[in-house]
């Protein structure tokens, strides 16, 4: 008796926490992803003051962010966001760096300009593609 008492109340139990765990997942939305391929200390310092701002940002999600890393021999390395495997800012560091909060506000802005655009072209079926 005490072992039917038992599985009823553990059945009961589990149903409602995978209650709660489906209301859980309808309600939390994903984000887009912000992905890092830095290399040196100031790509990743970019990186990290971008995804920083990125959480403040509204309506990501299906946006997918890489800050990509790549070395120019004797100049330094230059700096790429794509979103959604598309550049759409790109700066060059040189070996002494310099101010990252100007670059890595204008990213975002850029970021965010893109996101906007694409969205008016994918609710906008009366323009081609080129805009004309």
Partial sequence: MKS??????LSLACDQAYARQITAHEEDELGGL???QSISRF????YFDFSQLWRDVPNTSGVNIIIKETVL???GTRL?????RR???STAMGRRGG???DRVETALFVVMDAMASE????RSPDLAESGW
Avoid: H, K, T
């Fill in 34 to 36: 912000v992905i890092d």
């Fill in 119 to 122: 969205r008016y072209q994918q």
């Fill in 87 to 89: 550049v759409v800012y």
């Fill in 4 to 9: 039917l008492f038992f599985m009823l109340f």
């Fill in 99 to 101: 101010s990252l909060d």
């Fill in 43 to 46: 790509g990743y310092q970019f």
């Fill in 73 to 75: 021999p004797r100049a």
């Fill in 80 to 84: 790429q966001v794509l979103m959604n």
